[in-house]
């Protein structure tokens, strides 16, 4: 289009000074409005996304306390919504742009579980769902865990204190059998509750108590039985190795990986 052409369109004459005004007034307004709408798309937040978890989710374990997933923008509680399969989670809170998913730490190791971000969004009205996390816990002893999952565990037992008593134990009165004095069967007692402070049944299949016999050789008091337990459904292989009248040492370890989980060191009565 030539110059005259446009002028023409839009009833302008060159040496028309009034219609020349209204022709720049015309394109002010028009490249007012285009940047108007490229603020405004700039000033639009992008996709809401996930950028990070806490744990990740693969190493979450059987005395998890938490799940934090993370995303890029501020969020919002309305319409958040997070489920699990088994059932594990007992929460869910957000807190400028964090998730945090509160498990209930009461799952065995080995076990698929999946947790859901059915729905969550962010203050500007951004949604993500269907997100979901796959995983299989390991096993592992409380003092191994990272301090924010332990102070998260300790924080979430404060109104309802762990302790040994609310532990049902099977077996353990069968080692009496074997050799094991009162003092030790406390002492075991209280290594297990160490290991997993919130467990509620800790089983030992009385069929696999096998005594090892002790090395002439040795000069060492002790003794060791080797059998095997379940602690809240999760199997373990364990060795304790015993002395005197009250000193006992508790070894569990993992049968599926045959790695060492917990060592409880030489407990005396349980003190």
Known sequence: MQPNDFANQY???????GNQKKWFIRIAIAFTAALILLIIALAKPGQLQ???TNPDPSTLNTTSTFLKVTFNHQLSSKGLSVSSQ???VTSSTVSGNTLTINLNQSMTGGTNYI????????????QLTNKVYSFKPAATAFNNLPTDQQNAALQQQQNHPPSKSNIGFVG???LLNYGVTLGQENSLEQAFFNFKPTSTAVII??????????DPNSASPSDTINFSVTIDSQPYNAKIIYSNITDLQLILVDPANAKQVFDSGVIDNGQ
């Open 86 to 88: 088994p059932s594990i």
């Open 205 to 214: 299949d009385t069929n696999t108590i096998a005594p090892v016999a002790r």
């Open 11 to 17: 009833a302008l004459q060159p040496n028309d000074s």
């Open 50 to 52: 996930i950028t990070g």
């Open 115 to 126: 947790i859901t971000i059915n729905s969550i969004s962010d203050t500007s009205n951004g």
């Open 172 to 174: 353990t009165d069968e």
